[in-house]
């Protein structure tokens, strides 16, 4: 077995960033004494302007469960105070007025945001009318919508919707902010060396649509090779009082992913998602859609729908239950308008299977708990590695029970293969708390299943003593903290699981933080260039380089497989 040599360079980078860390966090803690966090206010009012007291509020954050409430006042005013930054959705109700809900709502780190609702009554499709003798020539009998006496005399009736005066709110469009954004990129699978993107779109001013667009173009590090293409429309808008409809579509074309064993074209496909979401009142809410997806390298088209319930108790607890098939398309969010943040690389995406997920959790003001339990049938699970290279490569991850046809990404030599399916069951706890304004804490646990890899010194040998399905746990940590006087935003996690482990236990988990020690870092940076500025990122996964396992393949390369390989990237965003 071939050691990988320690390198001081990753060392002497690792101690700098941890070094980094600790100061952020005791000027951080300076800070506490001043400025607020970032907070969401409003008004809510009916069609004539009127404040309305007493409507419930609910506000949920886009991939979270639960929800913080609020009760308007007097003036038909409501807050949220110490919200973390993202994206989030307003639901606003009362008695005897049609719910509104409002999505892409973006709350910017120490921003105190302002949107203001509007209820409509559940009587604008008619307006009452003085009392009149029923005439005998009338051609019909509008008994049904009329209030009578005892002597069948009507007292009060409804006009008919044709003539009724209607109040019809305002939807004007609010251009969003052009982003430029420039990256390099390091490592991983499916990143090339060098991308440019531009993001831009519009929304409605009450949030009932949403439209944007997305184009990335790729270059590789080196002077050889083609660039990557990804573009993505995503539109969502609100098709009833009680539904909203988002919809998106995405092609991308890479042609430095290539399979192992032979030459082709490079990896193409078109997705298609779709998600419904549907409000019951007060009481729940319902989301179904799916995603279409082709892939022009392996051929076919496949479709794979999801769906989730979740019903509001009483206080501010709830429960959820979530059926998924494909991990990119596990909410309504998911096929939303798309988010410059993230990233936009689709490569490679392997894991599939059946996802059931029973979920209960309590959203407070500054706390958080979540509590899951989920049953899973993969079918295909995602196993990276890199070195090693043709039919030597494609022969030694047959013989380790993984698949020959896997795809490497020529750039920098990242493999991405397939594992066998398998079944799992398990638990997840996660709880967060708001320790400090623009200061938030999580703690995760997580039990379950995942493929693990078994050591043996020497070459490769058979399969049954290399790759098994493995029982184990995970546990992480996770803290978000912001410097106002600098503008500076730092998330730091580490998700811990044994080592020997090459996936992640409870695949289809949605936080997805960087396996080990990583890192986000965002700069806002001060300049006449950009209308609304730039701000610098830097982003690491796998710091300490944990959970390598190199193997000596029989023509004496060497090939490491790893949970999470160290991946450096940084960007510069511009907004104009």
Same mark, same amino acid.
């Given at each position: 077995?071939?050691?990988?040599?320690?390198?001081?360079?990753?060392?002497?980078?690792?101690?700098?960033?941890?070094?980094? %860390?600790?100061?952020?966090?005791?000027?951080?803690?300076?800070?506490?004494?001043?400025?607020?966090?970032?907070?969401?206010?409003?008004?809510?009012?009916?069609?004539?302007?009127?404040?309305?007291?007493?409507?419930?509020?609910?506000?949920?954050?886009?991939?979270?469960?639960?929800?913080?409430?609020?009760?308007?006042?007097?003036?038909?005013?409501?807050?949220?105070?110490?919200?973390?930054?993202?994206?989030?959705?307003?639901?606003?109700?009362?008695?005897?007025?049609?719910?509104?809900?409002?999505?892409?709502?973006? %709350?910017?780190?120490?921003?105190?945001?302002?949107?203001?609702?509007?209820?409509?009554?559940?009587?604008?499709?008619?307006?009452?009318?003085?009392?009149?003798?029923?005439?005998?020539?009338?051609?019909? /009998?509008?008994?049904?919508?009329?209030?009578?006496?005892?002597?069948?005399?009507?007292?009060?009736?409804?006009?008919?919707?044709?003539?009724?005066?209607?109040?019809?709110?305002?939807?004007?469009?609010?251009?969003?902010?052009?982003?430029?954004?420039?990256?390099?990129?390091?490592?991983?699978?499916?990143?090339?060396?060098?991308?440019?993107?531009?993001?831009?779109?519009?929304?409605?001013?009450?949030?009932?649509?949403?439209?944007?667009?997305?184009?990335?173009?790729?270059?590789?590090?080196?002077?050889?090779?083609?660039?990557?293409?990804?573009?993505?429309?995503?539109?969502?808008?609100?098709?009833?009082?009680?539904?909203?409809?988002?919809?998106?579509?995405?092609?991308?074309?890479?042609?430095?992913?290539?399979?192992?064993?032979?030459?082709?074209?490079?990896?193409?496909?078109?997705?298609?998602?779709?998600?419904?979401?549907?409000?019951?009142?007060?009481?729940?809410?319902?989301?179904?859609?799916?995603?279409?997806?082709?892939?022009?390298?392996?051929?076919?088209?496949?479709?794979?729908?999801?769906?989730?319930?979740? %019903?509001?108790?009483?206080?501010?607890?709830?429960?959820?239950?979530?059926?998924?098939?494909?991990?990119?398309?596990?909410?309504?969010?998911?096929?939303?308008?798309? /988010?410059?943040?993230?990233?936009?690389?689709?490569?490679?995406?392997?894991?599939?299977?059946?996802?059931?997920?029973?979920?209960?959790?309590?959203?407070?003001?500054?706390?958080?708990?979540?509590?899951?339990?989920?049953?899973?049938?993969? /079918?295909?699970?995602?196993?990276?590695?890199?070195?090693?290279?043709?039919?030597?490569?494609?022969?030694?991850?047959?013989?380790?029970?993984?698949?020959?046809?896997?795809?490497?990404?020529?750039?920098?030599?990242?493999?991405?293969?397939?594992?066998?399916?398998?079944?799992?069951?398990?638990?997840?706890?996660?709880?967060?708390?708001?320790?400090?304004?623009?200061?938030?804490?999580?703690?995760?646990?997580?039990?379950?299943?995942?493929?693990?890899?078994?050591?043996?010194?020497?070459?490769?040998?058979?399969?049954?003593?290399?790759?098994?399905?493995?029982?184990?746990?995970?546990?992480?940590?996770?803290?978000?903290?912001?410097?106002?006087?600098?503008?500076?935003?730092?998330?730091?996690?580490?998700?811990?699981?044994?080592?020997?482990?090459?996936?992640?236990?409870?695949?289809?988990?949605?936080?997805?933080?960087?396996?080990?020690?990583?890192?986000?870092?965002?700069?806002?940076?001060?300049?006449?260039?950009?209308?609304?500025?730039?701000?610098?990122?830097?982003?690491?996964?796998?710091?300490?380089?944990?959970?390598?396992?190199?193997?000596?393949?029989?023509?004496?390369?060497?090939?490491?497989?790893?949970?999470?390989?160290?991946?450096?990237?940084?960007?510069?965003?511009?907004?104009?």
């Amino acid at each position: 077995m071939v050691q990988e040599p320690v390198q001081g360079s990753g060392i002497r980078f690792a101690a700098a960033i941890v070094v980094a %860390v600790l100061m952020v966090a005791v000027c951080s803690a300076a800070e506490h004494g001043s400025g607020r966090g970032s907070g969401l206010s409003g008004v809510v009012r009916d069609e004539r302007g009127v404040p309305q007291m007493g409507a419930l509020i609910e506000l949920i954050g886009v991939g979270q469960s639960g929800a913080r409430t609020a009760v308007t006042g007097l003036d038909g005013r409501f807050s949220f105070a110490n919200l973390m930054a993202g994206t989030y959705r307003l639901h606003a109700s009362g008695e005897f007025l049609r719910p509104v809900s409002t999505r892409g709502v973006r %709350v910017a780190s120490g921003v105190q945001a302002v949107v203001n609702l509007t209820l409509g009554s559940v009587y604008d499709a008619g307006a009452w009318l003085p009392a009149e003798r029923r005439r005998p020539d009338e051609p019909d /009998d509008d008994w049904m919508w009329t209030m009578r006496s005892g002597a069948s005399r009507p007292v009060l009736r409804v006009a008919d919707a044709g003539t009724a005066p209607r109040v019809e709110s305002s939807s004007q469009a609010t251009t969003m902010p052009l982003l430029v954004a420039i990256s390099s990129r390091s490592g991983g699978f499916g990143g090339l060396g060098m991308a440019e993107s531009m993001t831009t779109g519009y929304r409605s001013q009450d949030g009932a649509q949403q439209v944007s667009g997305v184009a990335e173009l790729g270059r590789p590090s080196g002077a050889e090779g083609e660039g990557s293409l990804h573009l993505q429309a995503s539109v969502a808008r609100q098709s009833s009082p009680w539904s909203r409809v988002s919809t998106m579509v995405g092609y991308e074309a890479n042609p430095e992913i290539q399979p192992v064993a032979r030459t082709s074209p490079g990896q193409r496909f078109l997705r298609i998602g779709s998600a419904e979401t549907a409000t019951l009142g007060d009481f729940a809410e319902f989301q179904v859609g799916g995603v279409v997806e082709s892939d022009g390298m392996r051929g076919g088209l496949v479709s794979r729908p999801f769906g989730r319930l979740r %019903v509001h108790l009483e206080g501010q607890w709830s429960v959820e239950y979530a059926a998924a098939t494909d991990r990119s398309m596990q909410d309504a969010s998911d096929a939303g308008a798309h /988010d410059p943040s993230s990233s936009t690389q689709q490569a490679g995406r392997v894991e599939h299977g059946r996802h059931d997920a029973l979920l209960l959790s309590r959203q407070g003001s500054a706390r958080r708990l979540l509590v899951s339990y989920y049953r899973e049938d993969l /079918d295909r699970t995602p196993v990276t590695g890199s070195g090693g290279s043709g039919a030597s490569l494609a022969a030694a991850l047959g013989e380790l029970g993984l698949s020959n046809d896997a795809l490497v990404d020529t750039s920098d030599g990242v493999f991405r293969a397939e594992g066998s399916g398998y079944r799992s069951q398990g638990c997840q706890v996660r709880f967060s708390q708001v320790w400090a304004p623009e200061e938030q804490i999580e703690v995760s646990f997580r039990s379950g299943s995942a493929l693990a890899f078994t050591p043996v010194t020497g070459s490769v040998p058979a399969a049954s003593t290399r790759i098994r399905v493995g029982r184990g746990v995970s546990a992480g940590v996770s803290a978000h903290s912001r410097i106002r006087r600098t503008a500076t935003d730092l998330e730091t996690s580490y998700q811990w699981q044994p080592q020997q482990f090459l996936t992640a236990v409870d695949a289809f988990d949605a936080v997805d933080h960087p396996m080990y020690l990583g890192f986000i870092l965002r700069q806002r940076v001060p300049g006449r260039l950009a209308t609304h500025g730039a701000v610098l990122s830097i982003s690491a996964t796998n710091l300490l380089r944990q959970g390598l396992r190199p193997l000596a393949l029989p023509d004496q390369s060497v090939v490491t497989l790893a949970q999470e390989l160290p991946v450096l990237q940084a960007g510069l965003g511009f907004s104009f």
